[in-house]
């Protein structure tokens, strides 16, 4: 069973709610953690956000996102440098464990252009993520997002981008939703000692209804997700599990119901 | 470009088609092979099937498919190795290149159960196989189907269940829409040499419309289909290219202009 104190929820899983409304629920029921996204920051404001945060007594284990590094331009990759920044920024003040990275799809410039974007792109934010003391993680999605989200498809590639700098700066995030198909999970999961900065639960329903908004509760897919669990401690990550579902079945309900099952399933299946 | 005379049609292009019709407008147009699915030569009869096919002259660059080993009891299983048994007896008759092998999904057993039932039944396949002088092709799917249609994916793992076999009996697949995304692609090529039984070529739209029904023409996605084909050839495969698009748009059309548009497709971009 997953230990309760190591719960974070995701707050594209209850996407309905505000970030206030989301800390006021999470605080009610004794979750210890959250993940923030950036355009819920906008909405309710970064300093009220924080303010909020540290009232609650919250742990943030990631603000999401940055990344998105490839475009046919320089300028258009200037500015999403800039965006990285302000999202650096933002994790900074919400003291979060690391800003996740969601490098880019091939679409707009092909897949061996847009890679070394990627890779000039996590050169860029860096040196300025070391100085904000945050912490990069830099999310490999599932391959059928090369297309659109992330030319980043494996742990042993994200290895292999954040390899050049700092594990205090730069690592990854392994969610199950992404690499449970590899045949090698274990043993990259293993290799990724020391460069773990979150990991993230939620299940793989068949037949998937959707490519984005498909992912199901833990419990309610074939992923055998303890296992999964137990090889990351293995590897040395012992802090917070965030679930993150996107799934809109989920959004329409709900979300203090929503809420209510993560933590049953959370501490039955995770 | 590419050499016309490798051209394929794979019967899934242009489904509205039976074996009889495929046979007739692909002859009319001087394609030289195509590839036949099993519940259609069962529409047709495996020995009219035949006769056509070689009154003809035409080339069997496959026969879909067998695989499906996974379930989770004994006696279906054993079902399962049987009716593969026949598969190989079409392919034999038919004078096919290959067999291909989709090997199951997980969702019934488990991806940690349905990899070890994959490789008893490929093994319960083999000796057959190399008597009926049928070469079996494992085909990797794209990462998005280990749930519910292969718990393969990769060409490292294809390569690595093939390796007990002779070369002359087991060999991959290589379709460029399930292994487009792998940032290994080109050196898994390299290392499948001397194991490629076939290529099989569409293209990756984006947003991708559907997971099974969304792949489109040669063309109108973004995988970079020319490095590719080059790669292959480079690994020594020269035998029949399949052009083989599951879409469901397509699939509404006249299945005439279909085949036209993926011979002009074909020449331009593959």
Redesign the interface.
């Known amino acids: 069973m997953a230990d309760f104190r190591r719960l974070s929820i995701n707050q594209m899983t209850v996407p309905r709610w505000s970030v206030l409304e989301l800390i006021e629920h999470c605080a009610q029921l004794g979750v210890p953690s959250i993940s923030l996204w950036r355009h819920k920051l906008q909405e309710t404001g970064l300093a009220e956000s924080v303010r909020a945060v540290r009232d609650a007594g919250l742990h943030i284990s990631s603000v999401c996102r940055g990344g998105t590094f490839p475009a046919p331009d320089a300028q258009a990759r200037k500015e999403r440098i800039e965006d990285n920044l302000r999202a650096i920024d933002e994790a900074a003040a919400l003291r979060a464990d690391a800003l996740v990275l969601v490098v880019g799809?091939?679409?707009s410039v092909?897949?061996?252009s847009a890679?070394s974007m990627v890779r000039d792109g996590l050169a860029a934010l860096q040196t300025y993520a070391t100085q904000a003391g945050v912490r990069l993680a830099l999310e490999p999605l599932?391959?059928?997002f090369?297309?659109?989200r992330s030319?980043l498809?494996?742990i042993?590639?994200a290895l292999a981008l954040a390899a050049p700098y700092s594990a205090e700066t730069v690592g990854i995030i392994l969610d199950v939703f992404h690499i449970?198909?590899?045949?090698c999970v274990f043993k990259q999961i293993e290799r990724a000692s020391g460069r773990i900065f979150g990991y993230h639960v939620s299940d793989?329903?068949?037949?998937?209804p959707d490519?984005l908004l498909g992912r199901c509760m833990m419990g309610d897919?074939?992923i055998?997700l303890i296992p999964l669990r137990q090889a990351v401690e293995a590897a040395g990550y012992i802090g917070p599990i965030e679930v993150e579902i996107f799934n809109q079945v989920l959004w329409d309900e709900d979300p203090h119901s929503v809420l209510t099952r993560t933590i049953e399933r959370f501490v039955q299946h995770v």
């Open positions: 799809g091939a679409h092909g897949i061996d890679r599932h391959p059928m090369a297309g659109d030319v498809t494996t042993d590639e449970w198909w590899d045949p793989w329903p068949v037949p998937l490519i897919g074939i055998n």
